[in-house]
């Protein structure tokens, strides 16, 4: 069993920066893919961001790579997402999401974006980018 909290959500300028956090509690985080997910109102749930269990793998998505990092603490049980240069249709609420299902690394790079690999969710927190 994982449990995820998110924090570091807030209101801010476009060109601005967030980071977000999701501390994670169990004994199988370091063993779990972690994601970021994001959705707005009437739209479906979107993949942003993944990371493999050790950190040395990553994955994103094509409207957030080279302006968003994805990263982990392993001693910590937490999970980063550095949001740089945002833009207003980063609004959203981002869910931190875990894959606790072991996997090889070609795995997890083919299936990071899906959300039904995930089987853990937290509450989400909000993220406001005004222009």
């Known amino acids: 069993q994982v449990q995820l909290e998110e924090s570091g959500g807030g209101l801010v300028q476009a060109g601005g920066s967030l980071r977000l956090s999701c501390a994670a509690s169990?004994?199988?985080?370091?063993?779990?893919?972690m994601g970021w997910f994001r959705q707005t109102p009437g739209k479906e749930r979107e993949f942003v961001a993944a990371?493999?269990?050790?950190?040395?793998?990553?994955v994103y998505a094509d409207s957030v790579k080279g302006r968003f990092t994805i990263s982990r603490d392993n001693a910590k049980n937490t999970v980063y997402l550095q949001m740089n240069s945002l833009k207003p249709e980063d609004t959203a609420v981002y869910y931190c999401?875990?894959?606790?299902?072991?996997?090889?690394?070609?795995?997890?790079?083919?299936?990071?974006?899906?959300?039904?690999?995930?089987?853990?969710w937290g509450q989400g927190t909000q993220v406001t980018v005004s222009s």
């Open positions: 999401a875990a894959d606790a299902t072991p996997r090889g690394l070609n795995s997890f790079r083919s299936g990071a974006a899906s959300r039904g690999r995930y089987e853990y």
């Open positions: 169990g004994r199988t985080f370091s063993n779990s893919v």
């Open positions: 990371i493999s269990w050790g950190g040395g793998s990553t």
